[in-house]
């Protein structure tokens, strides 16, 4: 089916955007969403919240089934094998972690999920404005917020700095008026794409439409007479110590691949109740975090988890 | 005679059916009918009285500071005497212009002035609705007037997201029609040739704004064809080489599923095409006395031509018998 972006009435004076990325825990696939996690979270005012949901798996299927990508996704993940080390555990965390990358070898792909990301972002405008005058309210007090989970923070990263730079999209945060209320990465792999793909940056092509390697990484921004006027003026990443994706290994911060833009709020959340305190221990994590089916015990890349376990946080930032 | 073609007119048949499973390319319009009657309601000359209204107000030129320079010019713009009739959704060229305007300006196209207008709008929206101004203005003009400024310009700017939602949907529609389940599969060398003339050569890149390119390098050894070697139409295996370009075709009207794709496809190829003089369904293209020609593609049905001792015309099917080989 030709995509569309889902539309609705918001019932109250908010609405949340969730990006889906990878792994069981986010596969994108309906039920995938942590719907039920986010409602609790939300308590009583979850009735009022309006909750939109974009999935862009069926792009990828589209290039799962026209080409084979699977000697770029070897150098890729040999790239990150190198900055993790020798070990073979190294090698296992390499190979999960790695399917995080792909994206950056194809345009096309990327540019199709931007797109829709743009159309659902550009829709959830429109009805900010629809729901609003029907009740002869300012639409612009009305609130918009992301919340974006492991691959779904680079898209979303990827399609607010083109929003925010580019006029016909009509997104952009000055000109336009497009602000959002909150920003929220969680096991964000955006530093983690922008080094490995800086290594392999050769084989990139259009290096120039992705943001993640062709700028300093920095909050999606426009600059408008001279002010600059950021997308959001929350912008957050929360990551778990414990989550290679987010930029850490068996609690310690891997540098190179842990997202820390200026003017970012970050969040670690401690991991140590999983239990996991070996390599080999998070690459059979991540192992169960990338398979489908069956709970995770302790996956510490669970979208539900960064939920449940960051309630109160959460509840502050979208709900005030 | 008639058996010979009712064979002829079989396989071609058979090799008209597109895959079932496609999707259909045509999008359901989103539901934009609450905007689209409001934008009807409202004209240019209404946003204009209200934007001077609020230019009017001498706190409002104060909040607005440096920028009250450019919302003056943008305002005067927005009062284009000759526009003033037209309907905001007049202004996008979705709707007939006024009797009256036509009359003067004689066209309702989409013209550079109605754009400039809009972009005026959206400028001016941005100058007096920005945080700290919104507001001044609201206590200068009353509430009641602001309500109005608030019903007409989020109008006029939901008329422009609207403009920019459906660009984004084109465009992932011509990725659908190029990459979906309607387009062509490609192997390994087409991948790799693929690749390299979207990195190198003009007009074979995707580019945010412009979407995919509708080229495609072609080059797969098709074991497929048929022809047909004596008169009483008995159908023999062909295997050729093909080289060349596929353009695949966007729009609303192309990339039809089922038969109705025989006549509406995603794409047309056309190359040159080379085979052996033997024939066979696995036979190297190259082997014995190859022979060259040229073939041409509607969608997934090839004909080719091919100057051979056995079989001059080849007919076959787009499809790829081991995925990602040929």
Known sequence: MPFQPQTMVWPGTRAILLVHGIGDASTGKDNAFPLDVLEEVLGDDAASVAIYRVNYDFINDWLATKVQFQAGITALKTALKLKLGTEDTDATIAEYAGDVLWPVLSPDLRLAVRDALLAQLEQIQLDRGESALSRGVDPLEYEISIVAHSLGCFHTYEVLTAAAQEPSHALRP???????????????????????????????????????????????SETRKGKVVPCTTDFMSITGSHDPVGGHLLGKRLDWAYMDIPGQHSVIVPQQALNIDTKAGTAQALAKAFATGGPKVNDPHSWSAYIEGQAKLLRGVLLT | MTRDWTKRLVVAALLAVAPASVSAQATEPLPDATLRNRADSITVGDYCGVAQDVLSARTVIQALAADSSDARANAAIICNPLLAKFSLLALTGTAPAPFEAVARVHTNAYAEVQLGVLDAMSQFRADVRQPGVRDVVRDAIGTQRNAELVRISETAHSLVVVMARDRALTRLANYERKLGPTSARLNLPEVLLNYAAQRWIPGFKATPLGGPSPWEVVASYAPGYITFVDRRGTPIPVSAAEFGLRFYLFGDHFGKPGPEGVVLPSYVAAGVLTASDLNGALVWPWKGRDRSGGYVSWGAIKVGYIKRDRGTWLVSKQFQAVPFVF
Not at chain 1, 189 to 214: C, N
């Open chain 1, 174 to 220: 000055a000109s336009d008026l497009f602000t959002l209320h909150s920003v929220i990465l969680m096991a964000s792999p955006v530093q983690l794409i922008r080094t490995v793909g800086g290594a392999i940056a050769a084989f990139i092509p259009d290096k120039g439409t992705l943001a993640t390697l062709a700028q300093p990484l920095a909050i999606p």
